[in-house]
């Protein structure tokens, strides 16, 4: 139970303001990448559509094993400083480097270098936000203040891709990918210094993981053990529920910003401006969703979430005129957003005490590495099975709402049981 006079803790406006400057730019560029990256292979090197749905898997791969290991090594150590001023530095760099590779001649081997490249970067990014930024902001919160912490650091890569679809497309299309990569890396590297000289290790000592009661690796191999399954069915059904949506997101995100230039024929910056509106006006959805979730009715929530989204997705494949368009990204994301209100903070609620850090690792494996490598990999198939000459065209779309609604299977074996007493009803969703 929640203690209701319990004094809120503050952890300072150094604090807050190291939080906000490293969530932003880290969410910044993690939003170029997962929009921008994509588009400028198509855009420079080539039509096909494999090698982004290789390089949305090699970044998702890279991403999840990284978070695991190097948010270890942080634990052992102690720190998490170095990990996040060096790698948002190197991160900055290695994103100012990422167009260079469209310098080389060889097609074949400019898509194997940006695909290195891109993985290059997802491990400094990973390194510095998932691994050591997330656990930093655990480090320097308590029982009574992570809800407001968390609700700021949520805000936050909503608010990155309102400015990176909105600022980033226009950035494009006045100056080109080159001056746009430049930038957005020279700003990541100079947040990072300037995080070197504010930010404060905090004052108690992280957990050294050489006196933990278990070993990293094992206890990744533990977490999937029947054992732990049937102990967590739950959990695993809610992450599985969470994978099928998350697969039916990448099926078509990888290549929106694609569609929307080439198919539905709008400019860098309206494309920008499409998301941007949408995503504005979904964000209004996330605050009485949340009220509702902590009500008790995220489960009802999370089963009408896959079905809005389909009907987003489904009107927005039949969609040409702009403010249609606008209209119906809007009843997508404002599928997406409750849908990861209400599953994320189910999952929290579901983690084992004692195994927060390890099974944030696990969910980043149904809800990133999983999706990312399956969804991106069906879009490619079906962009070159039915796209006009590598443009994708609206059966994607569907695709996509379709496989969504498989995320409703779970959710409703999960009702269905706590009807009959058969699952142990230990923190509602």
Do not use: C
Request: aromatic share 14%; net charge positive.
């Amino acid at each position: 139970m929640r203690e209701e006079n319990k004094q809120v803790t503050k952890i300072g406006a150094r604090n807050w303001f190291v939080l906000v400057i490293l969530g932003l730019a880290g969410q910044l560029a993690w939003n170029v990448e997962n929009s921008w990256f994509n588009t400028f292979v198509y855009d420079t090197l080539t039509r096909d559509p494999k090698p982004i749905a290789w390089m949305v898997a090699i970044s998702a791969i890279t991403a999840t094993l990284t978070t695991l290991f190097m948010g270890a090594y942080s634990d052992r150590i102690g720190k998490r400083k170095p990990f996040i001023i060096i790698g948002y530095i190197l991160w900055g760099i290695s994103t100012i480097l990422f167009p260079t590779t469209a310098y080389i001649k060889n097609i074949n081997l400019a898509v194997a270098l940006v695909i290195i490249a891109d993985g290059i970067m997802t491990f400094f990014g990973s390194t510095a936000y998932d691994a050591a930024y997330n656990a930093w902001t655990t480090d320097i919160s308590d029982e009574s203040n992570r809800g407001r912490i968390s609700g700021v650091i949520t805000i936050l890569p909503l608010l990155a891709t309102i400015i990176g679809a909105g600022l980033s497309g226009m950035i494009i299309d006045e100056f080109g990918y080159y001056y746009f990569f430049y930038a957005l890396g020279a700003l990541v590297s100079i947040i990072g210094i300037v995080g070197a000289f504010i930010l404060k290790e905090p004052s108690n000592k992280v957990k050294d993981y050489k006196n933990g009661e278990v070993g990293l690796l094992k206890g990744i191999i533990g977490a999937f053990s029947p054992k732990s399954i049937r102990a967590n069915k739950e959990l695993y059904l809610v992450l599985i529920t969470l994978a099928l949506y998350s697969i039916s997101v990448q099926v078509f995100i990888p290549y929106q910003m694609i569609y929307i230039n080439n198919y539905l024929a709008y400019s860098k910056g309206d494309a920008g401006i499409i998301s941007a509106a949408a995503l504005i006006i979904a964000m209004i959805f996330a605050y009485p969703a949340g009220i509702l979730t902590d009500k008790g009715h995220g489960l009802k929530l999370a089963i009408a979430a896959p079905i809005i989204s389909f009907i987003g997705f489904m009107g927005f494949s039949f969609s040409r005129g702009f403010f249609i368009v606008i209209f119906f990204s809007v009843i997508i994301y404002i599928g997406y957003v409750i849908f990861i209100l209400t599953t994320g903070a189910w999952v929290k609620n579901l983690i084992p005490g004692g195994s927060r850090g390890l099974y944030e690792g696990v969910r980043m494996i149904f809800s990133v590495a999983i999706p990312m490598i399956i969804g991106p990999n069906i879009g490619s198939q079906l962009i070159l099975s039915y796209g006009n000459d590598g443009v994708p065209t609206p059966i994607i779309v569907q695709v996509a709402g379709a496989i969504g609604l498989l995320a409703l299977l779970p959710l409703i074996y999960i009702h269905f049981s706590r009807r009959g007493g058969s699952i142990d009803e230990k923190a509602k969703g």
